[in-house]
């Protein structure tokens, strides 16, 4: 198989995002470089949080805590920071994101009950632990964290937000892809009955799924600091939004199969036509309308794939 018959469904999203980015430049003719930037900026957060729920997603559960665990390491970070500098506040929220994703995944197997009901309880429990580090936005955030993300690198044009996410997945997800892990995960989301009979810890690797998860809440909740520049500790509308961009992405509900690039394109995807809808002076509210439906209607279409799919297995 060749590799663009392989990745057809990513090469598609991004001659959309391509093609969107023309409609935008149609509609607002000054819209370029510094647009860009802003568009990779806002999506930054949003980015983090889809290869968190990916993760999940691809060894075959579900995590409804992943806007409350980037809040914890947003605050966490912006706390420390104050008291300790940039990167040693950066490495403890990474490993705070990497642990409370660890709880998520350790309660799923020991417990098992459902991931949604799980992650849901875990929901308020890291946004309860959000509130007590910072019951208001505060804190603060290093000057060189705030440019990292500003402006244009290597060539002018290339958002340094995008490089910041590109770099940041690719650290972390290639090598648990190439490693005997990574083939664990997507055997375990595939089928863990079958995974489980080849050899493969089927609770261990579904753990440390949401570990990985949690780390990428970590680095989301660290660009909502780079951001704002002060720790907010109310959980942002990444929840739908990671969902959403998932299914758009290809990776299938039901597990075992996606990657991560296509989900982050697609969150650009949906970005983009925000972007477009205000750039057209559609009502704000239509704007979130028309966002939610298209939102819901994705997450309907993967779920339906899924339901397809097994009936086939059957």
């Known amino acids: 198989m060749s590799f663009v018959q392989r990745n057809a469904?990513?090469?598609?999203?991004?001659?959309?995002?391509?093609?969107?980015?023309?409609?935008?430049?149609?509609?607002?003719?000054?819209?370029?470089?510094?647009?860009?930037?802003?568009?990779?900026?806002?999506?930054?957060?949003?980015?983090?949080?889809?290869?968190?729920?990916?993760?999940?997603?691809?060894?075959?559960?579900?995590?409804?805590?992943v806007a409350s665990m980037m809040a914890v390491c947003s605050v966490t970070a912006a706390v420390l920071m104050e008291t300790m500098g940039g990167m040693p506040a950066i490495l403890i929220s990474l490993a705070v994101g990497a642990l409370m994703g660890l709880i998520n995944g350790t309660l799923v197997v020991i417990t098992r009950v459902p991931d949604i009901v799980v992650t849901l309880a875990m929901l308020?429990?890291?946004?309860?632990?959000?509130?007590?580090?910072?019951?208001?936005?505060?804190?603060?955030?290093?000057?060189?964290?705030?440019?990292?993300?500003?402006?244009?690198?290597?060539?002018?044009?290339?958002?340094?937000a995008l490089v910041v996410v590109a770099v940041a997945v690719a650290a972390v997800w290639i090598p648990v892809k190439r490693s005997k892990l990574g083939l664990a995960i997507y055997a375990t989301g595939s089928d863990e009955m079958a995974a489980f009979r080849s050899g493969v810890a089927v609770g261990p690797t579904r753990a440390a799924a949401y570990?990985?998860?949690?780390?990428?809440?970590?680095?989301?909740?660290?660009?909502?600091?780079?951001?704002?520049?002060?720790?907010?500790?109310?959980?942002?509308?990444?929840?739908?939004?990671?969902?959403?961009?998932?299914?758009?992405?290809?990776?299938?509900l039901g597990g075992g199969v996606g990657g991560l690039l296509g989900p982050i394109v697609a969150v650009f995807i949906l970005r983009i036509i925000r972007t477009i809808l205000t750039l057209a002076a559609v009502d704000p509210n239509v704007t979130t309308i028309v966002e939610g439906t298209i939102m819901v209607g994705v997450v309907m279409f993967g779920a339906f794939l899924v339901l397809r799919s097994s009936r086939q297995a059957a």
């Open 124 to 160: 308020f429990v890291w946004q309860g632990t959000a509130l007590l580090i910072l019951e208001t936005p505060g804190g603060t955030a290093t000057p060189w964290m705030r440019g990292a993300i500003t402006g244009s690198v290597l060539i002018p044009g290339l958002p340094s």
């Open 211 to 252: 570990a990985i998860a949690g780390l990428f809440s970590g680095f989301g909740g660290l660009s909502l600091l780079a951001l704002t520049g002060v720790g907010e500790p109310v959980p942002g509308p990444y929840l739908l939004a990671a969902v959403a961009s998932v299914v758009l992405g290809g990776v299938i």
């Open 9 to 65: 469904w990513t090469l598609g999203l991004i001659v959309l995002l391509v093609v969107l980015l023309g409609v935008t430049r149609l509609i607002q003719p000054n819209f370029g470089v510094s647009g860009l930037e802003s568009l990779a900026r806002a999506s930054l957060p949003f980015a983090f949080a889809t290869a968190a729920m990916a993760v999940v997603v691809i060894v075959g559960g579900i995590d409804l805590s």
